[in-house]
C-alpha cells in the first residue's frame, strides 16, 4: 500500500503539469455560472467529475481533482481484486500506473471505465436494470460504453431470458440514454449535440491506428499535411477520410464478428466487452493517451499481467508524456507543429500500435484469455497432486 502511495504520489506531481484540469474547471465554470453551459467535446454528465475543480476558495483545484482520480484509482483497484483476484488487481494497478502514468490524475477517463466495470459487474450477477442503467450513465460520461449494448443483450439472452424480455430490459438504457438527451436539450437546445458533431468532424489524430497507416504512407510519396487543432495533433490529406471510414467499417465487421463468437459461447461477457473496446481503439481515428485507460481495468481481469499489454503501456508512456515533452511538441504553438513530426515519435507511435492491433487480435480469437483459464487449471492440479501425496 505505501509503494503505490509513493508512486500515486510522483504521478500526482509529474501529472499537474500536463493536465486537461484546467479546461475541466473552465467548463465547470461556464456551466455552474455561467447559464448552465454545456461543454463543447463532453456529454452532460462529465460535469460531475468536473465539479470537482469547484473547491471552496484558497483550495488548488488541480489537486482536488486529482487526489479525487487517487481516490477513484483506489476504489477500482479494490473493486477489480474482488472481482477477479489478487493477481487482477496487482496486474490493475501496475497497468494503469505504467499506461496512464501522465494521465492517470489529470483527466477523467478513469470515471467511465470504473462505471462500466460496474455495468459489467452488474451483468454478471443479472441484475439487468442497474446493468443497463449503468451503460447509459457511461454514455453520458464517454459515450464509448454505447458500443457494448448488444454485448449486453446477447449476455442476458444467453443467461436464459427470452428475447421479449431482454428487449424490456434494454429499456432501462433506452430510457437512462433519453433523460440525458432530454437534461442535454433543456440545457443546451441544439446544441446538445456538440460532442458528437465534434467527435465525426476531428481530423486522425497522430497516435491513432490510422495515422500509422498515413504515416506509412507519406514515404510512399502521398502528402501528407500535420496540424494541432480539435485539442490534438493530427495528420491529414487528400483520401484521409476514406481511410478513417474504412477503419469504421473494420470495427463494424469486428464487433459482428465478436458479437458471433459471443452468441456462440466461445466469448465470454468480459471477453467481448474487452473485444469490443479494443477494436473501438484500433480502429478510431483518434487514440489520446487517455483512451487507453478505457480498457485497462478488463485486461487486468482477464488477462492479469501480459507481457503484450505491459509493453503497450510502456510504449503509450514513452508517446506521452515522454516523447511529446522530449521532442518540444507539446511547448510548441499551433501554427509552428505544421511541420513533419519527429521520427522517434512516429516509431513508438507504430510500435505500440502494431502491438495494440495484435493484443486486439487475440481478444477476438479468445486465445489469450484461454491461456489465463489454463494457468488456473494448472495451478488447481498441481494444488490436487500436493493434497494427494501429503
Known sequence: MAGVGGVLGVALARGLRFTDVDVYHRE?????????RLPTEYPILAMVPFS??????????????????????????????????????????????????????SRYDLVPALV???????AERKRWPIAYVLLGLGV????????????????????????????????????TVAAGVAASIALAGPGWLGPIRFAIERPVQVESVPATVLSL????????????????????????????????????????????????GWLTLRQACLACLCLLLATSKVLSTQYLIWVLPLVAMELELDPVWILICLLTTLIFPGLYFLTALIDQAPEAT????SWPLLIAIGTRNALLVAATFRTLSGSADRDVDRRAHLTQLVQHLVHRVR
Not at 462500466?116 to 452488474?122: C, H, L
Not at 448488444?150 to 424490456?168: D, E, H, K, W
Not at 505544421?338 to 513530426?341: D, S
Open 52 to 105: 470537482l475543480t469547484l473547491p471552496p476558495a484558497g483550495i488548488d483545484y488541480a489537486w482536488v481533482f486529482s487526489f479525487g482520480m487517487a481516490a477513484l484509482f483506489l476504489v477500482g483497484w479494490i473493486a477489480v481484486a474482488r472481482m477477479a483476484g489478487r493477481r487482477a488487481g496487482i496486474a490493475y494497478v501496475v497497468y494503469l500506473l505504467v499506461g496512464g502514468f501522465g494521465v492517470i490524475l
Open 28 to 36: 465547470a465554470l461556464a456551466f455552474w455560472t455561467g447559464g448552465h
Open 116 to 122: 462500466t466495470v460496474a455495468a459489467i459487474a452488474a
Open 140 to 175: 453520458f460520461l464517454k459515450i464509448y460504453p454505447g458500443v457494448l449494448l448488444p454485448v449486453f443483450l446477447i449476455q442476458q439472452m444467453r443467461s436464459g431470458t427470452p428475447p421479449p424480455r431482454a428487449a424490456m430490459s434494454a429499456m432501462w438504457f433506452g430510457l
Open 338 to 341: 505544421a511541420t513533419a513530426y
Open 217 to 264: 504512407a507519406s514515404l510512399l510519396g502521398w502528402p501528407a499535411t500535420f496540424d494541432h487543432t480539435f485539442n490534438s495533433f493530427n495528420i491529414t490529406g487528400p483520401g484521409d477520410r476514406a481511410v478513417s471510414a474504412l477503419f469504421s467499417a473494420l470495427f463494424v465487421i469486428g464487433s459482428l464478428f465478436v458479437l458471433y463468437r459471443q452468441a456462440t
